[in-house]
């Protein structure tokens, strides 16, 4: 079955204590992407990346880090996580650019709360 | 940098009636629009999108959009609502670097 896939769902930990959020998806796609997604505020785009080793801040970048050393996989990273980070995050992928026609998949979200 | 704008925060609509949601995007060239639903604790899927051509698109689940390019618009349509649609909706528009969306419409299903 095609799809994205994020662990863990839910986590919660403490101020400054490092955590990675995994991403895979299993479609040969291009393009992954991660969101934030906080209430009135709607998905924010935090990392994209075109291809494997290829990344680029979205809108959001401040206090996350990302890495695309294979294709299928894309964890985000938060070196030393605040209270501000507790969001609801989503990773997506698809097959082409940005721009392109190509549907975004999301995975099933990961929901983040830092005491 | 592009934009959508849903001006909707929330919108409460009776069983079996028709449904309407706005969106507005900017965009300097062609948009690539879409609509995705979110249903209580899980992901985003998708509905519909348009690229080009016929300006009404269908989706999945009965809903349907038009693009206006006159009015800067993609609102969401269907002619009856089903309980299972109370959800969370958002209109995306795709940028150089991904996709930008709207800050969703929260729908009520009143029976």
């Known amino acids: 079955e095609a799809q994205v896939t994020q662990n863990p769902r839910y986590l919660i930990t403490v101020t400054g204590k490092k955590l990675t959020v995994t991403c895979s998806q299993n479609?040969?796609?291009?393009?992954m992407s991660w969101y934030r997604q906080d209430p009135g505020l709607g998905l924010r785009q935090i990392y994209y990346s075109m291809n494997v080793e290829v990344t680029d801040k979205g809108d959001v970048p401040e206090g996350y880090k990302v890495s695309r050393k294979e294709k299928r996989n894309f964890p985000l990273i938060l070196e030393s996580p605040s209270p501000n980070q507790t969001s609801l995050y989503f990773c997506?992928?698809?097959?082409?650019?940005?721009?392109?026609?190509?549907?975004?998949?999301f995975g099933p979200g990961t929901r983040l709360t830092v005491l | 940098a592009q934009s959508v704008t849903q001006p909707d925060i929330h919108i409460t609509v009776s069983e079996g009636a028709s449904l309407e949601l706005r969106c507005n995007y900017s965009?300097?060239?062609?948009?690539?629009l879409f609509w995705y639903v979110q249903s209580p604790g899980q992901g985003l899927q998708l509905l519909l999108k348009?690229?080009?051509?016929?300006?009404l698109v269908q989706g999945i689940k009965g809903f349907e959009a038009e693009f206006k390019r006159s009015q800067s618009s993609f609102n969401l349509r269907k002619p009856s609502v089903h309980w299972s649609d109370a959800a969370e909706y958002f209109c995306a528009v795709a940028g150089a670097d991904g996709l930008t969306f709207g800050k969703g419409t929260h729908l009520i299903i009143q029976p």
């Open positions: 348009y690229f080009s051509g016929d300006t």
């Open positions: 997506a992928s698809s097959l082409g650019r940005g721009t392109s026609t190509d549907t975004q998949y």
């Open positions: 479609m040969n796609h291009e393009y």
């Open positions: 965009y300097g060239a062609t948009p690539y």
